[in-house]
């Protein structure tokens, strides 16, 4: 299956511009309802015409927002570049490493205000619509190439719906616009447990 077109950030000065939550809404504004003026992105996203004009300046700067052309000044649209971002991989410069890691923060905390928001509404939703949302967590043991493996698999199942992203006449009566988020970590609390553990063996001997 084809990778769907990305905009790929590797300049740390484009990672940091990106890492602002006003940016970040604005590019979604622009990915699920674009193009957009500044006038109308900043009513979806709870901003001012000028912020939104502001921010979607430095956007196009770095290739992740650009004009469509026609209109003139904050009732000129806007489009995103791209319906998704690709960020560096491990591996990278001791900058772009800094930038990334920032803006894994901002996502994180963006990410989870999602999460909140739903929770908020989520008695409002309809049953089968409660019933259906994923709430939980699972620890599991795996090595690195079995994660990576099931990175793999999950991205696989997820790329047969993701054409209904960009083709609307795709989508099934009743779909709606889901989140969904991916996040599998080696626990900390394990690593630093069984470091200590090794130290403690060093020092008897």
Not at 43 to 55: N, R, V
Not at 59 to 83: D, S
Not at 187 to 204: I, P
Request: aromatic share 6%; charged share 30%.
């Amino acid at each position: 299956m084809a990778r769907p077109k990305s905009v790929r950030l590797t300049d740390p000065r484009a990672l940091r511009a990106y890492a602002h939550p006003t940016r970040l809404a604005l590019v979604g504004a622009l990915r699920r309802e674009g193009p957009l003026t500044a006038t109308r992105a900043g009513e979806l996203i709870g901003e001012s015409p000028a912020s939104c004009s502001f921010h979607l300046r430095q956007l196009a700067k770095y290739g992740i927002a650009e004009e469509t052309g026609g209109g003139t000044g904050r009732e000129r649209p806007w489009r995103a570049t791209a319906p998704y971002t690709r960020l560096p991989g491990v591996g990278g410069t001791p900058q772009q490493t800094s930038a990334s890691g920032l803006l894994y923060r901002v996502l994180a905390d963006h990410y989870f205000e999602q999460v909140r928001r739903w929770l908020a509404a989520r008695n409002l939703e309809p049953r089968s619509w409660q019933k259906a949302a994923h709430f939980g967590d699972d620890v599991l043991y795996l090595t690195a190439e079995e994660l990576a493996d099931l990175k793999r698999r999950v991205g696989d199942l997820l790329a047969s719906y993701r054409s209904r992203t960009t083709q609307p006449s795709r989508r099934p009566a009743g779909a709606r616009r889901v989140t969904v988020l991916r996040l599998a970590f080696p626990s900390q609390d394990t690593r630093d447990h069984v470091v200590a553990k090794g130290r403690r063996k060093r020092r008897r001997r």
